[in-house]
């Protein structure tokens, strides 16, 4: 499984160094949230449509058994075929069965992060079934066998020219410059395999429990193209997209459009119930639904982190956060990054093994401000920390024991004024010698940490409280 | 086997749900198949009647919206009108192929004949044509003909329903999309449509299309260095003619 979160800090390093990924993220974050904010901007009751969509995944979340039943029955009474899987592997297994027992030689995908989640395209390529990536950024990075690295513009970190490099290297297609004409170029690739694809496989922005309709939401055209020519059309969705009614979808296709792009609604928006009906010429002839846990119902267990659940996947907070804008995706080392990978990844990989990411945070609560559906992210981050400090249901991981025995030293430092005042007076004393040019440009013993990418400032000649003593003396002197 | 993983799956669900300290019950009205048709119908008549008052403010909002999004938009008087726009937007591409809905506005329109006369193959989704027949002729075509069954006014978006006749592949596959509106065709937006399509529906006695689109613009994406590309894999182009 590709997983890189225990290198979370040299991921990081590497990618604070990346010049070319620094000039990436800036264009990307600073017009994604420009284009965001103007968007919500236009509207006269922004605040009150994100309220209203919390409180419809907070009613979908909270009866969950209840609607998932009903999308199943109404996917079933429409003529398509309910799977569920516990698993990622299990969910892969299915794909694979149904695939090979229809003759699939040929898949066309669009973007879905729970396909990445569960590694599908690996899963196909090794039996033998050509997988392709119909999104741009997705066919992308496929042809340079790399990880998304942002939600919504999975190859957002490539430059163009870096891009033709790889369009001249994978597809023969030389001295491209301009961004349009590598889009022709995608185009007609991608024209072929759509028109020969056996199988499309999308996941879902949405599963209306009532109907038994698929919401799905793009730019390109290419979820069209994959649920519109191919026979047989795969919806991979986890357990937490189920909404109750049609009507809800009003309320998310006004926030979600512009949390993702600025967009007052995006290209297309396709609502797929079940297969093609008699009469019709195109459209898929056979629909399966794949239901899927992977360690989703872990995260609903818990009530503190359940409202994770209630993501639309849009991005946003990736592109307020000051970490993401400066480290990336990739290096979160898993398929969901920025604050929602940050709070997502621990229950779903395990914490021991991506415990960096919940520290990967200023708590400035920027994410929870732009959320469309107002899941508050920094409050979780600390859940998470509390966490990994208790050492969670496993005692013996967490914090080496000389962490913890200092935390507490310090606990019972800051808790009584004079040793706090002593802690503080006593180095200023001494703290001469160390400055060099007024800062501690390397902070002593264990502390240095703190100084590896930053100078600390000295610690005051006379404390505040001194000086505010004293201006309170003169004060009194001048009204006596 | 895969009954196993479905109680498994939903008994954690409920077993997790169970601990919650405070419940949200589902609405009352969550099933709105158990919505009284009176509601609905009331409901409805009310759009239309908002709709017809505000009907002249409702087609300029559309105009301003599909225009923002890049698409063209076109008003028609009569039939001829219709034909000439088409027959622009045609020569312009150098279009030699058409596919088309199997639509009675095509016919008032009278676009058949007209295409014919300029030397335009017009092929309908009809059933002439075997569906992989009909398909490739899709995939070589140079402009897809198609109606709609609204247009939303706040976004300047389409919304088109498949079934017979009314193919999905000709608002798709084509590098260009021509539609043609009816003005009482276009309704406020999203808040409208989906009780109206849940009114279809209901008097129909028919469940809802098996695929629905809203269409908003020509395909895009943004996806190589933020650089905006106006035709991706769908239309590169969208002209909505407004008939009548």
Redesign the interface.
């Known amino acids: 499984m590709y997983l890189k979160t225990q290198t979370f800090i040299e991921n990081s390093d590497l990618a604070l160094q990346n010049q070319n990924l620094q000039a ?1 993220l800036r ?2 974050t600073t ?1 994604f949230t420009l284009v965001r904010n103007n968007a919500f901007a236009e509207l006269k009751d922004g605040e009150a449509l994100r309220d209203k969509a919390r409180a419809i995944k ?2 979908a979340v ?9 999308l199943e029955e109404n996917v079933r009474r ?1 003529g398509g075929a309910v ?4 698993t990622g592997e ?1 969910a892969c297994a299915i794909i694979l069965d149904l695939a090979l027992k229809s003759g699939v030689k040929r898949v066309v995908k669009s973007k879905s992060m729970v396909t990445e989640e569960i590694e599908l395209n690996e899963v196909l390529e090794r039996a033998g079934i050509e997988s392709v990536e ?4 997705e066919y ?1 990075i496929q042809l340079a066998r790399e990880k998304p690295s942002h939600i919504i ?4 970190h ?3 020219s870096e ?1 033709s490099d790889l369009f001249a290297d994978k597809l023969g297609a030389v001295n491209l410059k ?3 004409e ?3 170029v995608a ?1 007609k690739q ?2 072929e395999k ?2 020969t694809a056996d199988m499309g496989i999308t996941g879902a922005n949405f599963a209306v429990a ?2 038994g ?1 698929i919401a799905l939401v793009e ?4 979820i ?2 994959s ?3 191919p026979r047989i059309h795969v919806v991979l969705m986890g ?1 937490e997209k189920v909404i ?4 809800d ?2 309320v998310f ?2 926030v979600l459009p512009r949390s993702a ?1 600025g967009q ?20 898929a002839q056979e629909f399966h639904l794949i ?1 899927l ?1 992977n360690g989703r ?1 872990r995260i ?2 818990d ?1 503190e982190k359940r409202e994770s659940l209630y993501c639309l996947r849009c991005g946003a907070c990736l592109n307020v956060c000051p970490v993401y804008s400066k480290i990336g995706g990739h290096a979160y080392g898993w398929v969901y990054s920025g604050p929602i990978g940050s709070i997502i990844t621990p229950p779903l990989v395990g914490l021991d093994k991506s415990k960096d990411l919940p520290y990967a945070s200023s708590l400035c609560g920027a994410c929870r401000e732009v959320c469309p559906v107002r899941i508050n992210i920094p409050h979780i981050l600390v859940r998470l920390r509390n966490e990994w400090v208790e050492g969670g249901q496993d005692r013996r991981k967490g914090p080496p024991l000389i962490e913890r025995v200092a935390m507490r030293l310090w606990a019972f430092a800051m808790r009584r004024r004079r040793i706090y005042n002593l802690i503080f007076r006593l180095p200023a004393l001494f703290q001469g010698p160390m400055l060099k040019d007024g800062k501690f440009d390397r902070l002593p013993f264990a502390l240095s940490g703190w100084t590896e990418n930053r100078d600390f400032p000295p610690l005051a000649k006379k404390p505040f409280r001194s000086i505010w003593r004293e201006m309170e003396k003169q004060s009194v002197m001048r009204d006596a | 086997m895969p009954e196993a993983a479905r109680e498994e799956i939903l008994a954690t669900i409920r077993g997790a749900l169970a601990k919650r300290g405070h419940t949200v019950e589902p609405r009352a009205d969550a099933d709105r198949r158990s919505i009284g048709l009176a509601d609905l119908e009331k409901l409805v008549e009310q759009i239309q009647a908002d709709c017809e008052q505000r009907r002249n403010d409702l087609i300029k909002q559309f105009e301003t919206e599909l225009t923002r999004t890049g698409g063209k938009f076109y008003r028609a008087e009569n039939a001829q009108s219709v034909c000439q726009y088409v027959k622009e937007i045609s020569s312009a591409q150098g279009a030699r192929l058409a596919v088309g809905w199997d639509s009675p506005i095509i016919g008032e329109s009278e676009l058949i004949p007209s295409l014919e006369q300029s030397g335009i193959e017009f092929i309908s989704d009809t059933e002439r044509f075997e569906p992989g027949e009909f398909i490739g002729k899709a995939i070589e075509a140079d402009i897809g003909i198609s109606t709609v069954d609204y247009a939303l006014a706040d976004t300047g978006s389409l919304v088109v329903l498949s079934g017979r006749g009314r193919a999905r592949s000709v608002s798709l596959l084509p590098p260009v999309h021509v539609a043609i509106v009816k003005s009482e065709q276009i309704i406020p937006g999203l808040d409208q449509v989906f009780p109206l399509l849940r009114y279809k529906s209901r008097i129909s006695g028919e469940d809802l299309s098996s695929a629905i689109a809203f269409i908003t613009g020509p395909s895009r994406t943004a996806d190589i260095e933020m650089t905006l590309v106006v035709g991706a894999h769908g239309p590169k182009q969208l002209h909505v003619i407004l008939f009548g």
């Open positions: 990436r264009a990307l017009r907070e009613r909270a009866n969950l058994d209840r609607y998932l039943l009903q429409r799977h569920w899987a516990r299990e119909t999104d741009l950024g992308i513009a999975p190859a957002i490539k430059s163009k891009i301009e961004a349009e590598m889009a022709r185009r991608l024209r759509f028109c009532e109907t309709t730019n390109e055209g290419n069209r193209l649920t519109t020519l357990i109750p009614s049609l009507e979808l009003a296709l006004k792009t007052k609604m995006s290209s297309y928006v396709s609502f797929i119930t079940g297969a093609r009906r008699g009469g019709e010429k195109d459209g239901i846990d119902s609903l267990q009530e």
